[in-house]
């Protein structure tokens, strides 16, 4: 019998994790906006939902196509300024499907309508045709995605609008009208009456020049002093995931004729506006061609490889800086939190598939407590050993395999105790070593070794 209690407790607990598709709600109109001028591929849906029921509703489901569910990696809602609690979650008619739970912060009564505003961005959703090009071919890129927004709920009336990178359009899907080319926008519809996830593939082919690189590993190291410093120090690897550069690499035709317009020559990092003592270097040594440029709200850095990056071809760099710690450390009495960006901007459209981080905390911390704006796996806390440290300091470690944009430059805290009275623990070992020195050779010099 207690079995059975428990087997039955699971199963009512497994049920409950689930959600379900409200049938009384209807999309009356949907806006759809997918840009595709980037290596990201960013889809903003404006959304009027539409209460049909005699009950309040608080949330509301939202579905993306099966094809591109393992491409998502951000997704933000909002109602005017207001945004939304977002959740992943399943339905368990449709375990086959991506959704997410929308919470609404004020009930949406029967017969009320309210506008929603959903951003998607895809990473790697772009495909590369053909795989391959010459030095002095344009890049082609593809993207197959769905003509109709696939929500689960039916949608009375829908328009889609595609901008590409430029007019240059190999190719389009047609078949369901109307739809039509207008130099770089692509626009499909209205189309009306469109049930619950409705599957249509739309195709679209053109040329796209953007540069399509991709941050392959991360790692960020943050060392704080309680000296009023924090140091950052960031390992990059970068790679160009364009189309292969297919053939020998002129740097003659490079230069005279200006192919490779698919190729990067240099792109901007930005880093914090009191960044101070930057370097930039590889396995060689310093990279002197990076200039860097001072402005009011950020510290620009225009790196430049000792290479143009083709497709296919990869880069690997260290970037480093001092920033003071005021802007960063907070405290009252011997409780501290430091507030610092997870990552920093690395360049435009940046796409990071996998994150490390790790914090140096200072000599003598307790009571550490770490908090990150998106789910992140946090690895088991070590020790650095640096001058004059006895423990060793607490190196907080975190990371991510999932795929980070330019939405994800958020905060994280970590909050520790630390007693200010322990910052003289190091200058006393010192003072006690040099004294102990200097009483030894005081000793020494006065003792007399000769034989008499």
């Not at 959703?125 to 039916?154: C, D, V």
């Not at 590889?282 to 510290?299: C, F, L, P, R, Y």
């Not at 497709?311 to 690997?316: D, L, M, Q, S």
């Not at 999932?402 to 630390?418: A, C, P, S």
Request: glycine share 6%.
């Amino acid at each position: 019998l207690k079995c059975s209690l428990v087997l039955l407790g699971l199963l009512v607990a497994a049920q409950a994790a689930f959600d379900s598709i409200n049938k009384d709600l209807v999309i009356s109109s949907c806006d759809r906006t997918i840009d595709l001028s980037s290596q990201l591929v960013k889809m903003q849906h404006k959304m009027v939902l539409e209460n049909k029921g005699s009950g309040a509703v608080k949330s509301f489901l939202f579905s993306i196509a099966s094809s591109l569910k393992d491409k998502v990696s951000f997704i933000e809602a909002k109602v005017g300024d207001t945004y939304l609690r977002i959740s992943e979650t399943k339905v368990q008619s449709d375990l086959d499907k991506a959704f997410w739970k929308l919470e609404l912060k004020n009930s949406l009564n029967a017969g009320k309508t309210v506008t929603v505003n959903v951003e998607v961005v895809l990473g790697g959703a772009l495909e590369m045709f053909p795989a391959a090009i010459t030095q002095k071919e344009k890049q082609l890129a593809r993207f197959i995605g769905n003509l109709y927004t696939f929500q689960p709920y039916p949608v009375t009336t829908q328009s889609t609008t595609v901008h590409l990178a430029n007019s240059n359009v190999e190719s389009y899907t047609k078949t369901v009208k109307p739809a039509s080319l207008s130099e770089s926008t692509i626009s499909y519809g209205p189309y009306t009456n469109i049930a619950a996830f409705t599957e249509q593939d739309m195709v679209v082919h053109g040329e796209n020049n953007a540069p399509m690189l991709v941050v392959t590993k991360l790692e960020r190291v943050i060392e704080l002093s309680m000296w009023g410093n924090i140091a950052v120090e960031e390992t990059i690897d970068v790679a160009h995931k364009g189309a292969q550069l297919k053939g020998s690499f002129s740097r003659y035709e490079y230069q005279r004729e200006q192919s490779g317009v698919s190729s990067v020559k240099n792109f901007k990092t930005l880093l914090p506006a009191s960044s101070r003592d930057v370097y930039y270097r590889d396995d060689i040594g310093n990279i002197s061609t990076s200039h860097m440029k001072v402005m009011d709200d950020a510290v620009e850095l225009d790196l430049r490889p000792r290479f143009p990056l083709f497709g296919g071809w990869k880069t690997h760099y260290v970037i480093g800086y001092n920033v003071p710690s005021y802007e960063y450390l907070y405290y009252s009495g011997s409780q501290h939190v430091l507030n610092m960006r997870l990552v920093d901007h690395i360049f435009d459209d940046m796409l990071v598939e996998d994150t490390e981080v790790r914090v140096i905390l200072p000599e003598g911390v307790a009571n550490v407590e770490l908090s990150t704006p998106y789910p992140m796996t946090r690895g088991e806390d070590a020790k650095h050993y640096t001058y004059l440290d006895t423990s060793g300091r607490t190196v907080v470690s975190f990371s991510t395999n999932k795929m980070l944009t330019e939405n994800h430059i958020q905060d994280f805290q970590i909050g520790f105790t630390y007693t200010h009275s322990s910052m003289v623990n190091e200058p006393l070992l010192l003072v006690s070593a040099f004294f102990l020195l200097f009483l030894a050779s005081i000793i020494y010099v006065r003792l007399d070794f000769s034989i008499s």
